[in-house]
């Protein structure tokens, strides 16, 4: 069974799951409130639909770990619902804190409802996350339900550190390619490998199995975020007809352009000078390439992707599922946009 | 023994407790993050001590519960952080959302940090309440660690369900009193109620006496709040010298106000036609009063009152320290400013 047909499946039992979980916050009248969240999850509003739901690759990845060690995916849906939640109470408070007016093609909950309401929105999705947990108690034996309530509440404080990282390094001029990792080890890979993780704990498989699962989500992430670095400067829509959307512009601090701050070159110079603007997006992305930047995040993507490769290796999986989940992997770091 | 050397004792441990929690942010060189939420705690930055650290009201509430069912409190010393520091990302989110700039004679933590790195830092303090649970695994059996972890976000979401009513009751015109009731059972009863349920529940209390415990709090929670509402108009430092910080100025839908406003004689009026500057307080405060609004308000504090003590006599819990839940709730409910 390939990747696809797994989807076929997993996809609308995670929409059921959230569904069911976050229908509690209207049990109590408060349906605007719901609204807002239902809106963000791509299930109500203008625009509602599968793209503005998202992939749901975090979801997909936890059950197809508990696939391929053999258990029934369905026990781990609790988490699935769980580390989606996370994922997207993440997404709102950052779409405010990066004032962005997009996501998944809509306008983003603070543009529709103002900031403090998209704050409490977020807040709300935080709890609901670890309310989705509770369906565990009739699906796992009760240590196992612990450990899924202990391993949530710490990737999400790993996710702040990173996002603390992020949001200091805007107003630091000396930022180096050291400064990079503990900052996406943060705010990308700490959920992708709670989530390979979670999906091993729920299969109850051994701590070193967990392990392993653990490492190569973790490796994932941090491929999977290089590879967005590269797209966000070299990939179609940041080069052809929307520069406006080039990481150049927005200024983000991605591996390629720490790289080139480092060697202090013309790219440097111009990055240091002034704000750059779309149209000398092609040019600088060109420079940036010449300069070494894309063959440096290139290597980096390759290595850690056979890191991940190797993890997944020691985890000795086999079948359907672990197929699935090895294609999952290779769709997030080669993804085209 | 009294409240008074209770809190010596127990005061110290809650802080050691919390503090404890909170280091584990800096063991990852998030050494900012930690400074943040180290100042909202009132440990560090400048007008650090007691005075800023709040009076650690709903800590105490669970550990004298705990105490008061015959337990040893320290036990229940996780619950007490968790519940602590729920409420300070409550806060931190709250000074956001009404552009608070002060908070405990401090300036806000978005007022120092901005509000990106504030709503960042109200987060990590959410997950680290979860995080404060973890060490209910030494104290208590394995089922009553996760009920503590499955009560927790039902508070919090609660919290945020009144938090969004309190938001959208900003730009509503025609709040009635009735409206009041839901705001104020998420805002504020709803972690005080389960406050004193976890410490039932980590006192390993049957049901029934979880359920006395949980609705002992809500209703000093509800008694309190509209005490607080009272205070807010006809308290000393509203009334005298500091009208800026009357409820009327800042046009605070409280209990009061909302009765006043049902009437529709001249407060209403004088509501409605035009914000209210601090020179016109004394006069409308007096208003405010000749058209019943106190005593309503004040009739109300006593029912919740003495529905609260008709919950705590059945819990039929005596001793010192049942004396001393006794008194921090008549302090809580008659508190002067």
Known sequence: MALAEFKDTMLPAIEAELKNCIQSVSQTGENDLFAMLAYHLGWEGEGAGPKARGKRIRPLLLLLTTASLGKDWEIALPGAAAVELVHNFSLI??????QSSLRRGRPTLWKLYGIPQAINAGDSMFALAQIALQNLDTSVPVEIALQAHQIIP??????????YLDLAYEDKKDITTSDY????????????ATCTELGAILANADKNTQENF???GEFIGLAFQIQDDILGIWGDSALTGKSAESDLVTGKKSLPVLFALEKSGE??????NQTIVPKEV????????????YDYAKDWVDKLTNQALDWFEKTEVVGP???????????LIQRVR
Do not use: V
């Open 93 to 98: 408070h950052d779409d405010i804190q990066d």
């Open 154 to 163: 710490h990737a999400c404080l790993t996710l702040t550190q990173g996002q």
């Open 181 to 192: 990792w503990p900052m996406i080890r943060g705010k990308t890979a700490a959920l992708l």
């Open 214 to 216: 653990r490492n190569f």
């Open 267 to 272: 790219f440097a110079k111009r990055w240091k």
């Open 282 to 293: 092609p040019e600088l992305a060109e420079i940036l390439k010449t300069e070494g930047a």
């Open 321 to 331: 599922a672990a197929d699935a989940l090895s294609e999952l992997s290779n769709q």
